[in-house]
């Protein structure tokens, strides 16, 4: 077994599986704690219309706040969305999803992908300086902080450097690639990388508890 | 500290107790491991699903910061909001969370220490209204006022209070009021307002349909809101009553952590409404007492409320719009400060515009006024404590530049609190503003007084 064969293997697989296992003892974790009921008379209907209200207008900053956050909130926007394209609109990765599930969709020319890869890696240092210097979030950064956005950047960054080559085989190159994207994998559930997932779960929690007292959300 | 010990200071701008010559902020005796282990174990008290899901979905954005005034009128970054719960963070991450164990073989997050509780006692009490603005930002959602006041229980269990704050709370806990107001004293100011402004003052009435609550800071400080809430409910024509028995609507039990006080508090006045068959209990302009027993109360009680809850602001709003109370025409120009656990964080930010719509007045609002309106500084019992002055002074700063920017005549408040903090920072700076009670202004311009 050569080094793509055990990337695209065995690696991809255990990732895969400390993936769905660690996110289901996480996401079970939390839900399955004690939740109170809320007796108080509502204003208006909260619960699930609440939470899914709160789940959607969180995506956006009220005016209140919009000049002090724009600048990490674009760039935030930028990451996220180019961090989707990349991973679902490069043919190659769609040709994998569809070996893997069967369904497939149609992708971006891989200029575009390598356009918006570039973007999305520049976007991410800005904000890792932006963490480095600013003296909030110097204070309140951890250790997972930094390794989380090492590890989200490693798969885009094996993914770019792939054209160029630097001389080393496409094989290997892909191999460290895949097995930047298992790493990325097993290390989400334990890390704050997990918000792919709470950021629902606390938007919809803040969405249904507040919405009912008619409360700004 | 005895409670009997605590001496008031009435004559101050804010109510509080005298500032002490000797701070007392650490209660009952108890050595620094066993106030690390009673803050752990009543931090992980309060890891239920809500507290879970916030503290995993924190990304560590700092936006929170935007939001504080602290934050902003320092720029002092151990202000910001989430930092502030650390050591509640660290509780769960280290000791309640799934990945505790991986957490504490890897050593991800420290275990808390005794001095850092103490130091975080500044950031979870002088340096949070729990005001809820910060929570308003986080992108991802979190309420972290919610979780400030969870933290707060642990605080309290580790006797970890700020000496005033404890002191006034303590006081409640044995004179059923934060001030020192006994039953008889409240009998006799409201018996002195009766005579002040002619008006007949229901106390004691055996069954009726609304009993009517006060905050001690009006009893004390504001007694015409007494007056006022007596000539509106006579205007109205309702069945209503004050009761020495249960008048006291603050909660210093909600603001201190000391969730057993906050129980006998609300309880005190939900027993009371139900004596006297209460269909509403009407609260006064007063913020956290409306969170207290609005939102908090049957969450107390442990079942629906067989009563309704209203602010006084909300009282009036429907009586005008229903036609119940009218009132004559002000013609001044007024912006109003909201309180931020009645309107931002309790809904019902709606009510006193409608008020003042029926008064007619120019209605100034403030910028990022009404939900984003920057808080008093006083709120959570913030006020009450002597080492928070300079603090709060710098922090109102910004309050004031938000009223001022309407340039309206008058400024406007339904909230006890909030006017002391104003009285006390308008003093301090020499203010030409005084908040004014939206209540009084109401009593004093109704229709059928002649």
Known sequence: ?217 | MKAADVKFDLESKRLSVEKPKARFDKQGDMSDAERVQKAMANFSKDFGTTAAAYLDACIHCGMCAEACHYYVATGDPKYTPVWKLEPFKQAYKRESGPLAPLYRLLGLKKEVTAEQLEEWQHLLYDSCTVCGRCSLICPVGIDIATLVSMARHGMYKAGLVPHELHAVAERAEVDGSPLGITPKLFEQRLEWMEDEHEVDINVDQEKVDVLAVMSSIEIQKYPDAMAATAKILNAAGESWTFRTDGFEATNFGLLSGNLELQKKNSMRIIETAIKVGAKLVLLPECGHAYMALRWMGANIYGKPLPFKVQHISEYLADSLNSGKLKVRKVDKSVTFHDPCQVSRRGGATQAPRDVMKHLGVDFREMQNGGDYNWCCGGGGGVVTIHRADELRYKVFKLKMDQVEATEADALLSSCANCRQSFDDAQNHYNWKYTAESLLELVAENLEDEA
Request: aromatic letters at 14%; proline letters at 5%; hydrophobic letters at 55%.
């Open chain 1, 1 to 217: 077994m050569d080094l793509l064969d055990f990337a695209r293997g065995p690696a991809l697989q255990v990732a895969i599986y400390v993936f769905i296992a660690g996110s289901l003892w996480r996401i079970l974790g939390v839900l399955l704690l004690q939740r109170k009921p809320d007796h108080s008379e509502a204003r208006q209907s909260g619960g699930f219309r609440g939470a899914l209200k709160v789940i959607w207008s969180r995506s956006f900053t009220a005016p209140a706040f919009a000049k002090q956050t724009k600048y990490p909130k674009i760039l935030g926007y930028i990451l996220h969305i180019g961090l989707f394209i990349t991973v679902f609109f490069f043919v190659p990765h769609i040709v994998f999803i569809k070996g893997l599930f069967g369904i497939g969709w149609p992708g971006l020319p891989n200029n575009a992908i390598y356009f918006v890869g570039v973007v999305t890696v520049a976007v991410g240092i800005a904000l890792l300086i932006r963490r480095m210097t600013h003296p909030v979030l110097r204070l309140i950064s951890n250790f997972d902080d930094y390794f989380s956005w090492l590890v989200t950047m490693l798969p885009l960054i094996t993914g770019l450097i792939m054209p160029i080559r630097f001389g080393v085989r496409y094989e290997t190159l892909l191999a460290i690639h895949i097995l930047s994207v298992a790493l990325l994998l097993i290390w989400l559930p334990f890390s704050k990388l997990a918000h792919t997932y709470f950021v629902f779960i606390s938007r919809g929690t803040t969405g249904a508890l507040l919405e009912r007292r008619g409360a700004r959300t």
